[in-house]
Nanobody, 127 residues
């Protein structure tokens, strides 16, 4: 599967961006999906995840209440709406598809549970 992330850019603190991730796989509607980010000099960290049907979502504490993950299976696309952005949100954001067969519970926040990754899109938040 190929994942193409887009929507990154430069925004002032307090602003908003919406990231998109288009998937090529025919079985996208069966994939649990996630967003991760990696800031300069830091390890990749979990941001948000959504189950295949969109009924369950999860967020890192640092973005809870500000970011919203959603998906449109008809368009093979997952989104990350980011509001009230802070300078510490600056990072390269990656979308990823969870490996088939990996259980949601206990795995959706682990980067090693995802076996397909997009190329990343840079989000820069200025103060």
């Amino acid at each position: 599967v190929q994942l193409q992330a887009s929507g990154g850019g430069l925004v002032q603190a307090g602003g908003s961006l919406r990231l998109s991730c288009a998937a090529s796989r025919r079985t996208f509607s069966s994939d649990n999906m996630g967003w991760f980010r990696q800031a300069p000099g830091k390890e990749r960290e979990f941001v948000a995840a959504i189950t295949w049907g969109g009924g369950t979502t999860a967020y890192a504490d640092s973005v809870k209440g500000r970011f919203t993950i959603s998906r449109d299976n008809a368009k093979n696309t997952v989104y990350l709406q980011m509001n009230s952005l802070k300078p510490e949100d600056t990072a390269v954001y990656y979308c990823a598809a969870m490996a088939i067969g990996k259980p949601w519970y206990n795995y959706h926040k682990r980067s090693d549970a995802y076996d397909h990754w997009g190329q990343g899109t840079l989000v820069t938040v200025s103060s």
